[in-house]
């Protein structure tokens, strides 16, 4: 998943600083996601899908894989 939103942030020009303000997302939970220290919970991602504007899905099959 973390990889997705990688592509989706660099895509935007924007630094994980910048979708935390604008997200609310703290900066510290996208670093955790990063490190693979846990999985975001679906609100989370339903905020990320709505910022990048992409559907949710992106998100949630590569979560599954």
Request: charged content about 30%.
């Amino acid at each position: 998943m973390y990889k997705v939103y990688a592509e989706l942030r660099d895509k935007a020009g924007l630094s994980d600083y910048a979708v935390s303000k604008a997200t609310e997302i703290p900066a510290s939970t996208l670093s955790d996601w990063k490190n693979g220290l846990y999985e975001p919970k679906v609100d989370k991602l339903m905020v990320l899908a709505k910022f990048f504007n992409v559907p949710i899905e992106k998100f949630l099959e590569a979560k599954g894989k």
